[in-house]
């Protein structure tokens, strides 16, 4: 892996040692301990004509790593990578630069430096339309990188073009569904308690983190497809799903190229005995490479089957096809211009068996040339209390382009998810820190909160819908979507909350007292509270 907590090679030691397995045990406080986040401080301008277009971006990066370095030159790289993939800028100056801190060891977690990066350009590119009085859902049209660009998704090497985009789709259809139209014209009375404010961000994450040259890639993935005597099929992979459905996604895309029926497709979980090799999931890399090799084993395992069916039905394996028997639930090989000339799978592979012939079954490599964009679009009206500074999400709208929706009910859940923890990213999650590294919370729930169920958005205020396009480098046109959701999230809460108050925020989390602090000090200096 390119990552591991940094207490299990001492397990692995102690079981090599001892013979026996090796258990660790750690506290709440010890875990809490163990990673972090990359903590940064981001300096960035923007330049750009009276017309909205850019003309460049002067970033400095200043990222926490902790204790040691883990991935600090991996961070510092894709930050960057992260806001050149945004939006198109000609000219370029930046400054990374890793810290060593007496804190926890910081890691990737969720986005890996693309929410922090995200969470500056956005907030600026509504600065930036304020200052030249254009909408900032139209300055961001116009300057986004899109169909045709090249996309610099993993930093400088670990690029391609982007051949998919629904950005167009997401914005409009976004801009419906919240009201952005009303968005100037809604008047806020500043003697009203409740302010309501609408925002937007806009964002992205790579499907994998494959390129077109060896060397730059850090990404790969195998799998391997068997079918057995009943007609059934068995997938092998070493894909990790992390609870978002890569798994059943998995199994949905080989039964589409195998047609066989869902329910008989069975994904083999990890183990390092029996699964073939995989990198590691990360880099919203599931659906696209994991997804992509299973595609690709399958695809190799239908050219078996049709060769071997070809043999008992007298007929060339390039006159038959295969398609789904709904009724019997079975896979069937058939050739069309002689109806009489068919088997089941389940047949094939029983007759492959009882005559001692072979197993049909297949296993590929796949390293992924690719790392297409999926994008992401928030929406979020929100209402701000200036008594108590709390935050409530009146509306929020969600939309995705992750090519061909492989599983909605989970892509959907995706997306809930990534609001979700955004809206702890933003409002609520942050860890005090003492002079000798340690939490002040002791990592207690009461202190380090995550955002609880009345915080986030009930299902009647939260919109989720789907671009309509298609990734020809995908399984069957998919991209990836898990980091993407929780990207943009912050930076819209950032706009929202702008919007409502007037206020900008630029450290997280924007917590109530950092709210009345901030309207506390536009009242000192004449500005209504």
Not at 153 to 174: C, F, H, N, R
Request: overall charge negative; glycine content about 10%; aromatic content about 8%.
């Amino acid at each position: 892996s390119i990552q591991m907590n940094a207490p299990i090679p001492i397990c692995a030691a102690l079981a090599l040692k001892a013979g026996r397995p090796v258990k660790l045990v750690t506290t709440r406080e010890e875990d809490v301990h163990d990673h972090t986040r990359y903590g940064a401080t981001i300096d960035l301008k923007l330049a750009a004509k009276s017309d909205g277009t850019l003309l460049g971006a002067d970033m400095k990066v200043v990222a926490d790593i902790g204790a040691h370095n883990i991935q600090a030159y991996s961070f510092l790289g894709v930050s960057i990578g992260w806001l050149v993939s945004l939006y198109k800028l000609p000219a370029i100056r930046y400054r990374g630069t890793a810290v060593y801190t007496n804190k926890a060891l910081s890691c990737a977690m969720q986005g890996f430096g693309n929410p922090q990066v995200t969470f500056a350009a956005e907030q600026l590119m509504d600065m930036l339309a304020e200052k030249l009085d254009i909408d900032p859902i139209e300055l961001r049209m116009k300057n986004y990188v899109g169909l045709g660009d090249t996309f610099w998704g993993q930093g400088p090497q670990v690029k391609s073009i982007v051949l998919s985009d629904g950005v167009p789709q997401l914005m409009e259809e976004g801009a419906k569904r919240i009201g952005w139209s009303g968005r100037l014209t809604k008047s806020n009375s500043k003697q009203l308690r409740f302010q309501t404010g609408i925002g937007v961000a806009r964002g992205f994450h790579t499907s994998s983190a494959g390129a077109p040259q060896p060397g730059d890639v850090i990404d790969f993935s195998g799998a391997m497809v068997k079918v057995n005597i009943d007609g059934s099929v068995d997938v092998v992979t070493a894909l990790m799903d992390h609870g978002g459905g890569t798994h059943e996604a998995i199994a949905k895309l080989v039964g589409e190229t195998l047609c066989v029926p869902f329910d008989k497709i069975s994904v083999v979980p990890v183990g390092t005995q029996t699964t073939v090799y995989d990198c590691v999931t990360h880099a919203t890399r599931g659906v696209y490479a994991g997804g992509g090799a299973a595609v690709k084993a399958a695809t190799s395992l239908k050219k078996e089957i049709l060769e071997t069916a070809a043999k008992y039905l007298n007929v060339y394996a390039d006159a038959l096809e295969m398609k789904l028997d709904e009724k019997n639930g079975q896979a069937i090989i058939f050739c069309r211009s002689i109806p009489d000339k068919s088997l089941s799978l389940k047949e094939l592979a029983t007759k492959c068996w009882m005559e001692s012939w072979k197993t049909l079954a297949s296993v590929e490599s796949y390293r992924p040339t690719n790392c297409p964009p999926a994008y992401v679009a928030v929406f979020l009206e929100v209402e701000v209390d200036t008594w108590t500074g709390v935050v409530k999400t009146k509306h929020a709208v969600m939309g995705s382009d992750c090519g061909t929706v492989v599983n909605p009910a989970m892509a959907i859940g995706q997306l809930e998810g990534g609001l979700s923890k955004g809206i702890g990213y933003a409002l609520v999650e942050g860890m005090d820190w003492d002079a000798d590294g340690q939490l002040t919370s002791r990592g207690l729930w009461l202190d380090d909160k995550v955002a609880a169920f009345n915080e986030s958005p009930s299902i009647e205020k939260l919109e989720c819908f789907f671009a309509d396009t298609y990734e020809p480098t995908g399984p069957f046109g998919a991209k990836g979507i898990g980091e993407a959701a929780m990207n943009p999230v912050a930076a819209a809460y950032a706009n929202a909350i702008a919007n409502a108050l007037g206020v900008r925020f630029f450290e997280l989390p924007i917590t109530p007292e950092r709210i009345l602090k901030a309207l506390d000090l536009k009242s000192e200096k004449g500005g209504e509270r």
